[in-house]
């Protein structure tokens, strides 16, 4: 215990709702390599806070646009950020609709994007927001969709170096459920069953579970609501989650196998029933009302990538210590049980996640355990163990904890 609160905590993440200002003055626009022809580019913005982002580049004028998933606050152009107004003299930024923040910067030239990152703000410092640009020629420049097509995803900060992801905090473990679905998208639908109503009704009965083991629990969604993805992952980084939970029971076509499974995330599903499933809940998202449509920026799933590597291996073993819970709880469980799978909703690059699919309310026998009473307190028992099973075996594996 004296470790655990040797440990430095983690800042509470900044609340959505707080708006974002850009310091122009703190900020730069950088041009590497002698002037006369398209030289590389380093634009760094510094931000009051830190919020989900992405990075889009269009065509017709070639521009960056940069949008952030908070509202803004405060309107500037390029004259007052150091070397903005020689080198991409039509910057400007300001708000863009309820609860978006857009810089647009007009390029002198086709670009790619070579890295985007995004840190956290240090206590009493600026968020950093980090684009660098290289020149490319003008058939290889690659806009993202076309008009004000953007990438659907957000990306998330990095938490910034002095508060590091992976030193667990002191007080109680705390778990994010997320019930899949909700509101205008039900999910799965079998009679007057929806998968979304099911979801909600697990979520609780696991919560209950893990209060009485006593761990800390918030839902992504208190009701019956529509929630886009990137919320859900967005509301478990507020909520300081150690973990988080997505739970689901989808329709599968006829023949595919039944039973439970968890699932990981991996840039590549990798079986044929993961990759539709994965379509299924990022088209629900979009057909659920997202205004922005288009791929999944190149560059920034690198770097989620990047970020993965240290969490990925987490949820892996917390997917595996779900799995032997469910086991030992007679859960009936499909063959090769835990996958990856692309659902963006797993994509937090810092917390660890999994996919429960807890059956498929197309399957009668999964159906009948799902409005079974006895069969879920067998299942929302299950994963409560699981998790702080896991929770004590991912501590033993923390290397700061570990010298
Ligand atoms: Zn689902």
Do not use: C, Y
């Not at 606050?73 to 039509?90: C, K, L, R, T, Y």
């Not at 329709?251 to 029933?273: C, K, N, Q, S, Y």
């Not at 007679?330 to 059956?359: C, M, Q």
Request: glycine share 8%.
């Amino acid at each position: 215990m004296l470790l655990l609160a040797a440990a430095p905590a983690r800042a509470a993440p900044p609340r959505d709702t707080a708006p974002v200002t850009l310091d122009g003055a703190a900020s730069s626009v950088i041009a590497e390599g002698r002037p006369g022809k398209p030289r590389p580019l380093l634009i760094e913005l510094r931000l009051n806070r830190s919020a989900p982002w992405r990075v889009a580049l269009l065509a017709d004028p070639v521009r960056l646009v940069v949008d952030l998933l908070a509202p803004g606050s405060g309107a500037g152009d390029a004259e007052v950020i150091p070397g903005a107004a020689e080198i991409v003299p039509g910057l400007r930024w300001g708000p863009a609709g309820p609860g978006r923040m857009r810089v647009v910067v007009p390029l002198p030239a086709p670009m790619a994007v070579t890295a985007a990152t995004m840190t956290d703000a240090a206590p009493g410092k600026t968020a950093r927001l980090a684009v660098r640009l290289a020149p490319v020629a003008a058939d290889l420049f690659q806009p993202q969709g076309h008009g004000s097509a953007l990438p659907q995803l957000w990306d998330l900060p990095q938490p910034a170096a002095v508060a590091p992801p992976s030193v667990r905090r002191p007080g109680p473990l705390r778990v994010t459920l997320d019930p899949g679905h909700g509101g205008r998208d039900p999910g799965a639908v079998s009679g007057n069953i929806t998968e979304a109503a099911m979801m909600l009704q697990v979520a609780r009965e696991v919560q209950a579970a893990l209060q009485q083991r006593g761990v800390e629990v918030t839902l992504t969604r208190p009701d019956d609501r529509f929630m886009p993805l990137e919320r859900r992952m967005t509301a478990a980084r507020g909520a300081g989650a150690d973990a988080f939970i997505s739970l689901h029971a989808d329709a599968l076509p006829a023949g595919a196998a039944a039973g439970a499974a968890v699932f990981t995330w991996t840039r590549e599903a990798d079986d044929r029933a993961a990759r539709e499933l994965a379509a299924r809940h990022d088209r629900d998202d979009l057909l659920g009302g997202m205004d922005l449509a288009g791929q999944d920026d190149e560059v920034t799933g690198v770097l989620m990538d990047i970020a993965q590597t240290d969490t990925l291996p987490r949820s892996q073993n917390l997917a595996q210590f779900v799995l032997s819970e469910l086991a030992l709880g007679r859960i009936a469980i499909r063959k090769r049980p835990v996958k990856g799978a692309a659902f963006s909703v797993l994509k937090s690059p810092d917390i660890p996640s999994v996919l429960i699919e807890t059956g498929f309310l197309s399957d009668s026998a999964d159906r009948a355990n799902l409005t079974d009473p006895v069969w879920r307190a067998e299942l929302s028992g299950a994963i409560a163990r699981a998790v702080v099973a896991w929770a004590e075996d991912d501590k033993l594996r923390d290397p700061l904890l570990r010298r």
